[in-house]
Nanobody, 124 residues
Framework: VQLQASGGGLVQAGGSVRLSCVVS????????MGWFRQAPGNERTFVAV??????SYADSVKGRFTISRDNAKNTVYLQMNSLKPEDTAVYFC????????????????????WGQGTLVTVSS
């Protein structure tokens, strides 16, 4: 299974970016898909997850970011609106075929497969 993230770039504060993550191999529709981010010098942290039962978000992005998926395209998206400089980070997509509870899916260990990351830089 391979994950390829794209869509990052430089954006002004208040702007929007949509990230994409294409999954090849495996059965995409059976995966729970997550997005994480890692700011310079910081740990990788949870952003959002989309499961068969719904979506969940980190408090810091709730109301601004939306995770969605297109099973026909084997792709998960992260629509990021009202961006702030503190959203600057490398964003990673991740996948798991295991039916973990939500708490596990907010942790790095809840995923079996990871993409390479895409950098989002928000200027003030």
């Amino acid at each position: 299974v391979q994950l390829q993230a794209s869509g990052g770039g430089l954006v002004q504060a208040g702007g929007s970016v949509r990230l994409s993550c294409v999954v090849s191999g495996g059965t995409f529709r059976s995966y729970d898909m997550g997005w994480f981010r890692q700011a310079p010098g910081n740990e990788r942290t949870f952003v959002a997850v989309i499961r068969r039962t719904g979506t969940s978000y980190a408090d810091s992005v709730k109301g601004r970011f939306t995770i969605s998926r297109d099973n026909a395209k084997n792709t998960v998206y992260l629509q990021m609106n009202s961006l702030k400089p503190e959203d600057t980070a490398v964003y990673f997509c991740a996948a798991t075929a295991k039916s973990y509870i939500l708490t596990v899916l907010t942790r790095l260990g809840g995923y079996d497969y990871w993409g390479q990351g895409t950098l989002v830089t928000v200027s003030s």
